[in-house]
């Protein structure tokens, strides 16, 4: 029996995690998935150290299973031709490069589609290709804390926690990355159309708040009014982030059970939960006036933060995994210094001056922020519905770009019951067997 994607061809010009996985999970599928890296390798290759993997990083072997694997140098008119060759048997193309460098490379899809018109081209970003964050560069931490999603977790200090585990953000917009191709690729089946695909992580983290990310107007007008005071007068009034996210709490208790007088129960510590984040160079700090998340992975970037902070690191300069047991403890310290500098300016300044450095970095948001997020709205990512009970509502769009087929809001839950007798109709029940039916409550 042929597999789900057997004949499909796809070319991968991903790196770290979130483009690669992508492309295991339609290899996994039976699609013959190329991985195409620079002679020095994708960024996955360097997350372990060098002389005991020699490249075969742990995350490398994880991300590319089912792939073959070709090298080629993109910056040569040679390198491009193999490229551009393969575009035209391609199905489908995915890449995750920083803004602008698919473009300078000769890969992006308005060079592509000029080869291939039938192409299916993933592009998948830290923050989208159009808005306010369009151009800045990110990972998991950072759109954890842009996203709204680690507003609910705090650190033994009561500070902001990032990601300590899995970093599922990454994961999750891989899985929308095969997800969307597959859907556009079942669309090009029907209408011959090829198009370009965008996800960003920013949006990926939106969609996992899920439940999380609602606001019914009628019932939620006036909290989230207060909850809007609480983070603007915060820093004037010494609050602390578990300290904010507690009387969050304590508030939607309140409007939900108007007439409850109970506390919220919290651990009597300032973590929610625990753990130990004590690499410096990806992390959330606390800057004069707000927490920002910083996520230097390489050693360009780390070297660009102790340039800007002028802290002095003497193990900045080594990939990551290679460090030991006396780089962990120096920087600790290390740490504190970048604490200590980086508590002295507001947090709009430290990202400004980050960010011209070539640092990913970016706000800690709340999840109340995002329903005003000059962003998120420009990534249709806040959606206004409408329910026959709950009246007006907004709640997370949907995460993905579809630049030819573009999904839009579509109409609000319904009410429970709402479009049973239209569903009957369309079956062919007639007027009387659907009013039995509801008397004998099989239907509502």
């Given at each position: ?23 295991l ?7 013959e ?35 073959k ?21 391609a ?8 803004p602008?460098?698919?473009k ?21 970003t ?7 964050y369009?151009f ?11 996203s ?23 994961l ?33 983290g ?23 005071e ?34 919220v ?70 740490m504190?210094?970048?604490?200590a ?35 998120a ?23 993905v ?44």
């Amino acid at each position: 029996m042929a597999a789900l994607l057997e004949g499909i061809f796809v070319l991968d010009f991903t790196h770290w995690i979130a483009g690669p996985y992508a492309g295991l999970f339609l290899a996994d599928m039976g699609a013959e998935v190329i991985k195409v890296e620079p002679p020095e390798g994708a960024e996955e290759r360097r997350t372990g150290n060098s002389k005991r993997y020699h490249g075969n990083t742990r995350m490398s072997l994880t991300l590319n299973r089912g792939k073959k694997g070709l090298c080629v140098d993109l910056k040569s008119e040679e390198g491009k031709k193999i490229v551009y060759d393969l575009v035209k048997k391609a199905d489908i193309v995915i890449q995750n490069y920083a803004p602008g460098v698919a473009k300078k490379l000769g890969i992006d899809y308005e060079t592509f589609s000029k080869i291939n018109d039938k192409l299916i081209f993933v592009s998948s970003t830290a923050f989208g290709e159009s808005g306010p964050y369009q151009f800045r560069k990110g990972f998991d931490i950072i759109a954890h804390a842009a996203s709204g999603i680690m507003a609910g977790y705090a650190d033994e200090e009561g500070n902001p926690r990032g990601p300590g585990g899995n970093p599922y953000i990454d994961l999750s917009t891989a899985m929308l990355n095969a997800m969307s191709a597959v859907s556009a690729l079942y669309y090009r089946s029907q209408t011959g159309i090829g198009q370009k695909i965008e996800t960003c992580l920013f949006n990926t983290g939106m969609a996992l708040l899920a439940t999380g990310f609602i606001q019914i107007e009628k019932l939620d007008q006036e909290m989230h009014r207060e909850m809007l005071e609480i983070l603007k007068t915060a820093h004037d009034h010494n609050l602390r982030h578990t300290q904010i996210i507690d009387q969050f709490s304590v508030m939607r208790l309140r409007n939900e059970i108007p007439g409850s007088t109970r506390n919220v129960d919290v651990p009597d510590c300032n973590h929610r939960p625990s753990d130990r984040q004590v690499y410096p160079y990806y992390r959330i700090y606390q800057t004069k006036d707000g927490y920002m998340s910083i996520a230097a992975l390489t050693s360009k970037q780390r070297l660009k933060v102790c340039e800007v902070l002028g802290v002095e690191d003497k193990y900045a300069y080594l990939d990551l995994g290679n460090g030991t047991d006396e780089t962990y403890f120096y920087q600790k310290e290390v740490m504190k210094k970048m604490e200590a500098v980086l508590g002295q300016k507001p947090l709009n300044e430290w990202i400004q001056v980050l960010e011209e450095a070539g640092v990913p970095c970016g706000h800690v948001n709340y999840s109340v922020n995002l329903f005003q997020d000059p962003h998120a709205i420009d990534q249709n990512m806040v959606w206004s519905l409408e329910n026959p009970v709950s009246g007006p509502y907004k709640m997370m769009g949907h995460p993905v770009k579809f630049t030819k087929t573009p999904v839009k809001p579509t109409k609000g839950a319904p009410a429970l019951g709402e479009d049973t007798v239209e569903i009957l109709k369309k079956l062919g029940y007639a007027d009387a067997k659907i009013e039995e039916l509801k008397a004998q409550k099989i239907v509502k």
